[in-house]
Each structure stands twice: as structure tokens, then as C-alpha cells.
């Protein structure tokens, strides 16, 4: 097993901890989206012919319990545009060359797409 899914596992079983201690209602809702978004990428691998790796689905659990039920929305979009930013980085430094096997990992693009859901949901906590 790598080291990286050790290591969100350690950080998923330390979200449930601190959930449980600090808010269980919370926790079922944190928890409800974490699997919500795995399942979510489970079927977008299975779509995609393997689009996604095995170590973006492990990460999906460990956003979506940081996330939350409406938080891992936002999360994912924020990813899925930053990804998509990244992606036309790379195509316009290719220039004409294929980037048909180009492989991007995505775990990055969670992390900050991650960030910048919780950012956004504490900036607009009263409101929603």
C-alpha cells in the first residue's frame, strides 16, 4: 500500500475523530457527502475507462468529509474548473503535439478545490 493512502486514511480516521468529539449531527452530514463524492467518482471511473486513479477516488473520501453534504459541490466544481485550467495550460504549451496520453493527477486540484470550498463556505457561513 503507498504511503499516500496510508496517510489519508490517518487523515480520515482524525476527521471522524474531531467530528464525533466537537459535532456527531455534523458528522453524519460530513460523512453523508464523503460518500456521496466517492461513489460519485466510482462512477466516473467506470465511465471514463479508468479517467480517474485509484488514489483520486481514496483522496474523494477525505474531501467530501471535509466538505460536507453541500460543500463537496462546490469543492468538486472548483477542482473540476481548476483541473480544466491546467488541462489548457498544458494544451497550449504543446502546441501542435498530441496530448492524447498526457496524464494530469487530480488529487491536486481537489486539495485546492477543497480549500477554496471551505474558504467560501466560512466566508459565507450566515448567509446559507
Known amino acids: 500500500m503507498h504511503i499516500s493512502i496510508i496517510l489519508n486514511y490517518i487523515g480520515i480516521v482524525a476527521c ?8 456527531p449531527k455534523l458528522f ?4 453523508l457527502g464523503s460518500f456521496i463524492l466517492f461513489f460519485i467518482f466510482i ?3 467506470l465511465i471514463a475507462h479508468k479517467g480517474l486513479g485509484w488514489g483520486d477516488i481514496h483522496y474523494s473520501l477525505f474531501c467530501g468529509l471535509v466538505s ?6 462546490f469543492s468538486a466544481l472548483m477542482a473540476s474548473f481548476i483541473g480544466l485550467l491546467i488541462f489548457l495550460i498544458i494544451k497550449i504549451r504543446a502546441g501542435s503535439k498530441s496530448i492524447k496520453y ?3 493527477p487530480f488529487v491536486p486540484m481537489m486539495f485546492a478545490g ?3 470550498g471551505l474558504v467560501v463556505n466560512k466566508l459565507f457561513e450566515g448567509i446559507w
Do not use: D, E, Q
Not at 453524519?28 to 460523512?31: K, P, Q, R, T, Y
Open 28 to 31: 453524519i452530514n460530513n460523512l
Open 114 to 116: 477543497t480549500c477554496l
Open 16 to 23: 471522524v475523530v474531531l467530528y464525533l468529539l466537537n459535532s
Open 68 to 73: 460536507g453534504l453541500p460543500g463537496f459541490i
Open 43 to 45: 462512477f466516473v471511473r
Open 102 to 104: 498526457v496524464r494530469v
